[in-house]
């Protein structure tokens, strides 16, 4: 009685009764009419671009797959160890061109400053005795300067940061040169803080998975704690559910590496750090005033300096981040071969950081992207790298494909600007 009730109270509802489908209900319908309604959702969600990182992770996962069917050794706990520890030093670098690239800049400086970096530290800490904490400090803070000199010249001069950026490369790197002079190459002491960066391993097993427990539990509290402040704004918000099942799939990622990594040699410490680093800076993109100025400021510099934003301190403060990013990954790169040469910061080295930041999924026209993103597109150069190695693949097909790969990238975001242009979201 109460849906008659209904349905007399609700001429809509009375109406819909009786435009209805007159044919019988079936099982098949049903289960298609699901399918249908699932396959328009993706549609809708393919043309607004709210796809998020599903592509990239999925181009990964298509990688991994050809490797491990062209070598059975590309997926052992050996060789994804050794991948998670290579990608540290330009995934560090990638995340740095991240902010940049926020605000719809580009930085071609980050090679050069963290080989600049490296070399400050190896001059310091070997030919001068100053101790490792020191002249690892010191190092940070000559990329940080570095950052900051360029992004107030960028800020104060309105000249496009590319172009500043790119009298950075040649002179850091020259600097660089006239430090390393009389040597050419340091050696780093094996033994050292620096070259245990990435040479040392959590064997304990307990360690890889509390840290994997330690970062779902993080997860859900932070996004369960985003929820109640939204709901409490009457903003829309993410369901218990929806929260649950986000947090229970980074788990099983999270325990199925820690249990990759333990049959080897355990968690390694450089990829430790770079994932809280990378979680860290993550916080403070999404989740302070900062943060969200740097993202106004991707969105339309004019429009920012409208709304009275202070576009000389962010884009210094994001050029600044850049710098210390890129002494950071320096440092590591370093720390991987235990040695500073002529040659640190140069090669493929900032093609490689730009190409994980983009492919990762980090928009060329600013405004669009997290710290995450250099993750997701580190990994994938770095595995398209190791399994061509692996293979015994000419370096050649290596660079043809991660760039191809990144053209199929650059072309996905602008097409993706251009649907957010036509449905008004850009």
Known sequence: MKGMRNERD????????????????????????????????GRRRFIASELGSLPVVLVLVAVWIVFQLLNPNFLSPRNL?????????TGLIAVGIVFVLLIGELDLSVGSISGL??????VLNVNNGVPEWLAIILALLVGTAAGTVQGFSVAKTRVPAFVVTLAGLLTWNGLMLYMLRTSGTINLDENGLVAKLTSYYFSNEGVAYGVAAFAAGLVFLMSYRDRRRRQAMGLPHRSLRSIGARTGLLAVVAFAAAYVLNRFQGLPLALLIFLALVGGLDVVLRRTPYGRQVYALGGGIEAARRASLSVVRVQTAVLAVSGTMAAVGGLFLASRITSVSQSSGSGVLLLNAIAAAVIGGTSLFGGR????????GALIIQSIASGMAITDTPIALQFVITGGVLFAAAVIDALSRRSQEAHGRA
Request: glycine share 6%.
């Open 81 to 89: 160890s050794n991948l998670s520890v290579d990608i540290v030093g």
């Open 10 to 41: 609700n001429p809509q509802a009375e109406a819909a009764a009786h435009t209805a489908d007159p044919r019988p209900s079936r099982p098949g319908r049903a289960i298609a009419d699901v399918v249908q309604r699932w396959t328009a959702a």
């Open 117 to 122: 970096a490296a070399a400050a530290f190896a």
């Open 369 to 376: 992207g997290t710290t995450w993103s250099a993750v997701l």
